[in-house]
C-alpha cells in the first residue's frame, strides 16, 4: 500500500468530527471494510469510514477533498475489479446501512445505500412481492441499479434501473439532494445507467412488484449437444415473452466436463403458455439435469451466490451481442473447451421484453436494443498457481467474441482499461452523461464504473 502524505491528518479530523461512525485504518473493523468479493483484490485504504448517516457521509466526502486524498465508496463490495477500495486513500463504507423497508400499499421499498439484492427481496417476500434485482443476492442493490441491473425479471419489469424511483444523494459538495423525476431530473437520468458516479447514494426508492406465480431452475445438457442446444434456444429467444427471461452459458458440470446451462425463469400466470415454453426447452436436447420449479426470489439469489461465494479470486470480461448467432455459438464452445478452472463460466443474460422498450434516451443506459451480454467469469481459489492462465482464458475469450460483439459493453463489468469498450458503453447518451457529470462532480471526486474521457465533458 502507498498511504497517500495526507491520511494521518485527514484521519486525525475525521475522529475529531465524526463521533458515531466508526474512523478506522487497523484492526477488525478495518479488515472487514476492506474484504470483499473479489478475494485477488489486496488495496489498503488509508482509512475507512463506517458511516451511519448522510450527514458522516458528507464529512467524509468533504474531507478527502480537503485534504485532496482518493476517495471510493463501499456498498456490499462486489464489482470485481476492486473499486469499492482506494488504495492507501479514504473508503467510506455503507456495507452497515442495510435497512429496507416496504410499503405493500404503494409497492415501494425503501432501501438503504449499503443493502443487498438479498436484503431487499427478503424484505418484500412476507408482503408476496418482490423486485427486480440481478442474478446474486449478495450484489449492493445501489450499485447494481446505477449501472444497470439485467436479471430474472427483466423481461416483464426492466431492468433494475428501471424500477428506481427517487435517489437520496450526498454530492462532491457536500449537499444532500433527492433524485426524482421532478427534483434534480437531470441527475435523476444520470443516475440510471450513469453508475455511482455522481454521488454517494444512501438511500432509494424502488418499485416492487407482485408475482404469484414463479418458476425457476437450471436445466444442463450433455457437451455434445452444445451446439444443437444453443441454436435452438437462439430460436426460442426470438421473439420469447416477457414473462420468459432464459439466463444460459457454460460451465463445469458435476464430473468437471462442460456442459451448457439454461437457467429459465418465468413470472407469467398463464399456466399453459408456461408449461409449453419449458417442455420447448427440455426439448431442446437430451437434459442431464432439468430442474426447474416453483421459486422464490430469495432462494434464486442465494443459490448463485453459493456458486460465487466471496472470497475466490476472480477476473470478468463482458462483451454485448445482438444474439446467439452461429459465430457467437462456436466461442461458447470454444469456452467450454477450454475452460481452466472448476469454478469459471460463462454466463449469458438477455435483455429483451420490457427493458427494450425503454427508449434509449430516457436513461443514461447505452443500449436498449434487445441483445445479449456475456458474461465471462474466471474464477479460482487463492493460491492456485495458474492464476495467469485463468486471467489469460478470460481474455481470449473477449477477444474471440470481438467480431461478434456490438460497440461498448455493459458498464458494471468493464474493468478499467477496457478502454476501447467505455468509449462506446453509453451509446447515444455518452454527451449528455459526460456533461452531467461535469455539473455535479467537477471535482471528478466519484470513480465508480468507468466512464469515457473526462475532457469531452461541456
Not at 79 to 108: F, K, N, Q
Amino acid at each position: 500500500m502507498t498511504t497517500h502524505p495526507q491520511i494521518g491528518r485527514l484521519t486525525d479530523a475525521l475522529r475529531r468530527t465524526i463521533p458515531v461512525g466508526p474512523v478506522v485504518s487497523t484492526g477488525g473493523q478495518y479488515e472487514a471494510g476492506r474484504h470483499i468479493w473479489n478475494g485477488a483484490v489486496s488495496a489498503r485504504p488509508g482509512v475507512i469510514v463506517r458511516c451511519a448517516d448522510p450527514a458522516e457521509v458528507a464529512i467524509a466526502v468533504l474531507a478527502a477533498r480537503a485534504f485532496d486524498v482518493p476517495l471510493t465508496v463501499r456498498g456490499a463490495g462486489h464489482d470485481w475489479a476492486g473499486r469499492a477500495l482506494s488504495d492507501g486513500g479514504l473508503t467510506i463504507d455503507l456495507s452497515g446501512l442495510r435497512r429496507v423497508s416496504v410499503d405493500p400499499e404503494t409497492r415501494v421499498a425503501e432501501v438503504a445505500g449499503g443493502a443487498t439484492a438479498a436484503d431487499l427481496v427478503a424484505a418484500a417476500q412476507p408482503f408476496g412481492l418482490t423486485a427486480a434485482t440481478g442474478t446474486a443476492g449478495s450484489v449492493g442493490m445501489a450499485g447494481l441499479t446505477l449501472g444497470g441491473g439485467y436479471g430474472p425479471l427483466s423481461g416483464r419489469f426492466g431492468l433494475a434501473l428501471d424500477n428506481l424511483l427517487s435517489a437520496e444523494v450526498v454530492l462532491a459538495d457536500g449537499s444532500v439532494v433527492t433524485a426524482d423525476a421532478e427534483q434534480e431530473p437531470e441527475l435523476f437520468w444520470a443516475l440510471r445507467g450513469g453508475g455511482g458516479n455522481f454521488g454517494v447514494i444512501t438511500s432509494m426508492r424502488v418499485r416492487l412488484h407482485a408475482v404469484p406465480t414463479l418458476l425457476s431452475g437450471m436445466v444442463l445438457y450433455p457437451w455434445e449437444e452444445a451446439g444443437s442446444v444453443l441454436a435452438g434456444l437462439a430460436d426460442m429467444l426470438e421473439g420469447s415473452p416477457d414473462e420468459l427471461t432464459v439466463q444460459s452459458g457454460v460451465l463445469p458440470g458435476p464430473d468437471g466436463k462442460p456442459v451448457v446451462f439454461l437457467s429459465p425463469t418465468w413470472s407469467g400466470d398463464d399456466e399453459e403458455a408456461m408449461e409449453q415454453t419449458l417442455a420447448r426447452l427440455d426439448g431442446l436436447g437430451t437434459p442431464l439435469v432439468s430442474e426447474v420449479a416453483p421459486a422464490t426470489m430469495p432462494a434464486m439469489l442465494a443459490a448463485i451466490d453459493a456458486q460465487f461465494p466471496f472470497g475466490r479470486h476472480v477476473e470478468i470480461r463482458t462483451r454485448s451481442v445482438p444474439s446467439l448467432t452461429s459465430g457467437v455459438r462456436d466461442v461458447l464452445s470454444l469456452a467450454g473447451s477450454t475452460l481452466t478452472s472448476p469454478s469459471s463460466a460463462v454466463s449469458v443474460h438477455s435483455l429483451h421484453g420490457a427493458a427494450s422498450r425503454v427508449p434509449v434516451r430516457d436513461t443514461a443506459f447505452g443500449n436498449r436494443d434487445p441483445h445479449l451480454m456475456i458474461e465471462i467469469i474466471a474464477q479460482w481459489e487463492p493460491g492456485d498457481p495458474r492464476a495467469q492462465e485463468h486471467r489469460a482464458w478470460a481474455g481470449d475469450l473477449a477477444d474471440a467474441f470481438e467480431p461478434e460483439a456490438l460497440p461498448g459493453g455493459y458498464p458494471n463489468l468493464l474493468g478499467p482499461d477496457a478502454a476501447a469498450q467505455i468509449a462506446h458503453a453509453y451509446g447515444p447518451n455518452t454527451e449528455r452523461l459526460l456533461t452531467a457529470k461535469h455539473r455535479y462532480d467537477p471535482y471528478d471526486t466519484f470513480k465508480a464504473t468507468p466512464l469515457p474521457d473526462l475532457s469531452r465533458a461541456r
